[in-house]
């Protein structure tokens, strides 16, 4: 977290954030990049909650979440394998 930031920015922050695009908010935000690190910071709150939620539904129907992140990951290095061939 950027030195001041603690307490000197209202939670509403991230709330406004929520709605603007990084785009906008890099417009709007002041010479501290606050206003933009707020909409990346809820941006990443947003992704953890989606992975956890699908991580949750995966468990409910019996499957390991490592399973298909395993094979993510492979599918991802034979697509960098046949980019470099």
Do not use: N
């Amino acid at each position: 977290m950027q030195q001041g930031m603690r307490g000197s920015r209202p939670s509403s922050l991230v709330a406004v954030a929520r709605v603007l695009s990084p785009k906008d908010a890099l417009a709007l935000s002041g010479p501290d990049g606050a206003l933009l690190f707020a909409v990346r910071a809820a941006t990443v709150v947003e992704l953890r909650e989606a992975d956890d939620a699908a991580a949750g539904e995966l468990r409910e129907a019996g499957v390991d979440p490592a399973v298909p992140t395993a094979a993510e990951e492979r599918a991802y290095l034979l697509l960098g394998r046949l980019h470099g061939a």
